[in-house]
T-cell receptor, first 114, second 110 residues
Framework: DVKVTQSSRYLVKRTGEKVFLECVQDMDHENMFWYRQDPGLGLRLIYFSYDVKMKEKGDIPEGYSVSREKKERFSLILESASTNQTSMYLC?????????????FGNGTRLTVT | RKEVEQDPGPFNVPEGATVAFNCTYSNSASQSFFWYRQDCRKEPKLLMSVYSSGNEDGRFTAQLNRASQYISLLIRDSKLSDSATYLCVVTPNAGNMLTFGGGTRLMVKP
């Protein structure tokens, strides 16, 4: 079974802090993604990566950056946390195997910025 | 218009009922389709892929209508444990960004 592990289940940070959300997958997947999920807005893609040291902006990259130094690890960085970044953050990975490559999600990090 | 749209529900059905959800998508180039299930405060998990010819997995049947650009999920003989939010997902082609619908909430009551 694919395992996607997010380092923290719950996190509380202050406005202006730099926040790191870590995600590790153990299936040698090429693709990794960061989403946030908010009530009424569904899942929105922040950033994704198809390879080591490669990153692409998703739909809502503002206020975020990412790092993929190793294939198995994809980090989401909030440079200066703000209250509107309070959300559930979901990391996911998928293999590059052609059509029908589903996402495998981590169990999420619920971030509260005060 | 949103790229992927779902009726948010909730759909309240009694145990044993048959219930169907639709999901419409706007990008006619979409190639891959999935249904995910998300329980309250948990991550989404893949329920089933949706194939062009339609496919069935136990009580669940997924269908794709390319002409009208929608996919559907049919659940027969609903169980209490089917209560969850069902997310449809489409992607233009392999490996590209998957686009999620907002989810349809199902509540199965005794």
């Amino acid at each position: 079974d694919v395992k996607v592990t997010q380092s923290s289940r719950y996190l509380v940070k202050r406005t202006g802090e730099k926040v790191f959300l870590e995600c590790v997958q153990d299936m040698d997947h090429e693709n990794m993604f960061w989403y946030r999920q908010d009530p009424g807005l569904g899942l929105r893609l922040i950033y994704f990566s198809y390879d080591v040291k490669m990153k692409e902006k998703g739909d809502i990259p503002e206020g975020y950056s990412v790092s993929r130094e190793k294939k198995e690890r994809f980090s989401l960085i909030l440079e200066s946390a703000s209250t509107n970044q309070t959300s559930m953050y979901l990391c996911a990975s998928s293999d590059w195997t052609g059509d029908n490559s589903p996402l495998h999600f981590g169990n999420g990090t619920r971030l509260t910025v005060t | 218009r949103k790229e992927v749209e779902q009726d948010p529900g909730p759909f309240n059905v009694p145990e044993g009922a048959t219930v169907a959800f639709n999901c419409t998508y706007s990008n006619s180039a979409s190639q891959s389709f999935f249904w995910y299930r998300q329980d309250c405060r948990k991550e989404p998990k893949l329920l089933m892929s949706v194939y062009s010819s339609g496919n069935e997995d136990g009580r669940f049947t997924a269908q794709l209508n390319r002409a009208s650009q929608y996919i559907s999920l049919l659940i027969r003989d609903s169980k209490l444990s089917d209560s969850a939010t069902y997310l449809c997902v489409v992607t233009p082609n392999a490996g590209n960004m998957l686009t999620f619908g907002g989810g349809t909430r199902l509540m199965v009551k005794p």
